[in-house]
């Protein structure tokens, strides 16, 4: 009975760190601030045209005057909107939609507690290998079967989650979006080979490509 208590307070452990730490991390490692009224209405109609509903917003301050950054973080009821000041004064109006919208697609599916889940449960498999929970052979090959499973579900759910945004603003427009800002950052979107078959994440370039072809489709 203890160590069934051991494995499952290691799994729920995982699963809120993976899905709450990023959100705690972030309200205390970075320089935030509260948006101006006017910052707050401007974003409550961008995030109204995109989809997005959150709980909070905290604009980042960082150095970099042409930070670009847009992210979702927390679970549901505690969702904070993260932005840099880029995205309020100097990025045209279409590429921060087309970037809400993106995260509004991931909220939507909910890809960070599908990812959370994954990793509390492959966590969950390696202590119960660890303890002797399980043998090592069973528990290797359900090692490997969960990890395997998981990078192909994950790829499809942020697939889905940029169908989503397709849905709110129109697929060219979040592609738009993505390739104005790889190349304000100076970057090439990367394309997948196999090696990225092995991340949950699906490369940019990918994503960028089946948002081209959708559009295509459309048209």
Do not use: C, N
């Amino acid at each position: 009975m203890l160590t069934v208590a051991f494995l499952l307070g290691v799994v729920v452990l995982a699963f809120l760190a993976v899905a709450v730490g990023p959100l705690y991390a972030a309200d205390r490692l970075r320089d935030l601030r509260e948006p101006t009224d006017p910052e707050r209405a401007a974003l409550d109609e961008l995030r109204r045209e995109a989809g997005l509903d959150v709980d909070r917003i905290a604009v980042v301050e960082v150095a970099d005057p042409d930070s670009i950054d847009v992210s979702v973080k927390g679970p549901p009821r505690r969702r904070v909107l993260f932005l840099t000041e880029t995205v309020l004064g100097d990025l045209e109006e279409d590429v921060a939609v087309g970037l809400l919208a993106a995260e509004a697609g991931r909220v939507r599916t909910y890809y960070g507690e599908f990812r959370a889940l994954a990793v509390a449960v492959v966590v969950g498999i390696l202590a119960a290998i660890v303890t002797a929970s399980a043998a090592f052979d069973a528990g290797f090959l359900s090692l490997l079967a969960v990890g395997m499973a998981s990078f192909w579900v994950g790829r499809r759910v942020q697939y889905a989650a940029d169908d989503r945004a397709a849905d709110a603003v129109g697929a060219a427009r979040v592609a738009d979006a993505f390739e104005r800002v790889a190349e304000r950052r100076g970057v090439e979107p990367a394309t997948g080979d196999w090696s990225t078959w092995f991340e949950v994440q699906p490369p940019l370039g990918d994503r960028i490509a089946a948002l081209r072809e959708r559009a295509a489709e459309s048209a």
